[in-house]
């Protein structure tokens, strides 16, 4: 008798327990709407496609850390409702003030609070919605989806520094330099004497053939100087190589986008063949008594603080010390005059297989700042998506194999 007394009460105390955690969970809870509506516009009864009728404690959705409920009997004072149960299940406006600011990623956020999307600012409205810039953001996940998925012969990766930047902004000042004159381009043009039977190597790296004697190349930053960095990456190696590796200076790009000013414009653009003119007449010195200072464009180029004067035979000799307090040696390096090649593929592979790197002026649009590797060529991947994701410019290169 006392073994049945005893299973009863276990019987009772389970249903009364089972009954409390439906009134706890239903009756006697404060409802989800007591500070407001979260996330009012989200889909819950709708994503699920569920309306019930009278009371189904098991007609639920998965709502942030708990759960909502999508039948008739959670539409009563103590609310327990989806966000959308009203629209879609009654037809008729929710009865429920939105809570104030705006949802992201489970969070809430004041009205007026920001997060960056990529390039874009999004800023949370009075309206409880997040109102974001529509900027094309020079790093495209859909771009670079597309060109690796087609067959355009390179790859194309997501660079982390591009991260954040525009579109415009990368053209503006990631490039840097100017479109060459009439004048330049009727120069005549060098050619390479080639037997018709010639055969080139498939495979070809000057720093293999000549090592020691090819720079890596500088970050130009923020500053549309390409003109200054391919000219003195060029010259550095060309010095070193012709000097069979008794020099080997690694030029100053800053001492000719401070002190190369004559029709030129800094970390604005500037110009390859008065890039060339200043290294034959004026000569520049090291990188390392020179160091890179232009990492962020700015309005006004900086002053020059390097000079020097002839010492006859055209030989220059540097007036002013080191910028770089930590160096002495101001030598300046002069160039002999610049050449333009053919167009010809096998000569600037010549070129290049007999007397070193060689510089190339590209024609680049929105996709080429997500190149990672393969032979280049501007895809339409970005057509679709309007003229605002589409941009170009003029880029300047050193080529080493």
């Given at each position: 008798?006392r073994?049945?007394?005893?299973l ?5 105390l389970?249903?009364a327990?089972?009954a409390s ?10 409802g989800l ?6 996330d ?7 994503r ?9 404690d098991?007609?639920?959705v ?7 409920y999508?039948?008739l009997f959670?539409?009563r ?6 966000p959308d149960?009203w629209?879609?299940?009654?037809g008729?406006?929710?009865?429920f003030?939105?809570a104030p600011g705006?949802?992201r990623?489970g969070?809430?956020?004041p009205?007026?609070?920001?997060y960056r999307e990529?390039?874009n600012?999004?800023t949370c409205?009075p309206g ?7 900027h094309?953001c020079l ?6 989806d ?6 355009y ?6 660079y ?8 415009e902004?990368?053209?503006?000042y990631?490039?840097?330099t100017?479109?060459?004159s009439p004048t ?7 050619h390479m004497?080639?037997d018709?039977?010639e055969v080139l ?5 000057a ?12 970050d130009q930053g923020?500053?549309?100087?390409s003109w200054?960095?391919?000219t ?7 010095i070193?190589?012709h000097s ?5 200076p690694?030029?100053?790009p800053q ?5 190369d ?6 970390c ?7 890039a ?8 520049v ?5 020179y160091?890179?200072?232009?990492q962020?464009s700015?309005p006004?180029?900086?002053p020059?603080m390097m000079?020097?004067?002839s010492?006859?035979?055209g030989?220059r000799q540097?007036?002013a ?9 101001n ?5 002999t005059?610049a050449?333009?090649l053919?167009?010809s593929?096998?000569?600037?592979m010549k ?6 790197p ?21 895809t339409?991947?970005?057509?679709g998506?309007g003229?605002?994701?589409?941009r ?5 290169v050193?080529?080493t194999?």
């Amino acid at each position: 008798m006392r073994l049945l007394r005893a299973l009863l009460c276990l019987g009772l105390l389970a249903e009364a327990t089972l009954a409390s955690r439906v009134r706890t969970r239903r009756e006697l809870a404060p409802g989800l709407y007591e500070h407001g509506v979260y996330d009012a516009g989200g889909s819950y009864c709708q994503r699920g496609d569920v309306c019930c009728h009278g009371r189904d404690d098991g007609c639920t959705v998965p709502y942030h850390d708990t759960l909502c409920y999508c039948d008739l009997f959670c539409n009563r004072t103590v609310s327990d409702c989806c966000p959308d149960f009203w629209e879609y299940c009654l037809g008729i406006p929710a009865p429920f003030p939105k809570a104030p600011g705006c949802a992201r990623a489970g969070r809430r956020y004041p009205t007026g609070a920001t997060y960056r999307e990529n390039c874009n600012l999004c800023t949370c409205g009075p309206g409880g919605t997040w109102q974001c810039e529509d900027h094309a953001c020079l790093m495209d996940g859909e771009l670079i989806d597309a060109i690796n998925r087609g067959n355009y012969g390179w790859r194309a990766a997501n660079y982390s520094q591009f991260w954040g930047m525009k579109l415009e902004d990368g053209v503006r000042y990631r490039l840097g330099t100017f479109r060459p004159s009439p004048t330049v381009m009727n120069m005549n043009e060098m050619h390479m004497s080639m037997d018709s039977n010639e055969v080139l190597p498939r495979h070809f790296d000057a720093a293999a053939k000549w090592p020691g004697m090819i720079h890596e190349p500088l970050d130009q930053g923020n500053c549309a100087g390409s003109w200054a960095f391919s000219t003195a990456a060029v010259a550095s190696d060309r010095i070193s190589i012709h000097s069979m590796g008794h020099m080997t200076p690694a030029l100053s790009p800053q001492n000719l986008l401070s002190c190369d000013t004559r029709n030129q414009r800094g970390c604005s653009g500037g110009r390859l063949d008065g890039a060339w003119w200043y290294l034959r007449r004026r000569g520049v010195v090291t990188d390392e008594c020179y160091p890179f200072t232009s990492q962020e464009s700015q309005p006004a180029a900086q002053p020059c603080m390097m000079h020097s004067r002839s010492t006859g035979r055209g030989k220059r000799q540097a007036t002013a010390r080191c910028p770089n307090p930590q160096t002495r040696a101001n030598e300046i390096y002069q160039s002999t005059p610049a050449y333009r090649l053919s167009s010809s593929e096998k000569e600037i592979m010549k070129e290049l297989l007999e007397n070193g790197p060689v510089q190339a002026i590209l024609e680049v649009h929105e996709d080429f700042f997500m190149y990672k590797s393969g032979i280049y060529r501007h895809t339409p991947v970005a057509e679709g998506k309007g003229p605002k994701h589409q941009r170009h410019g003029t880029h300047s290169v050193k080529i080493t194999g």
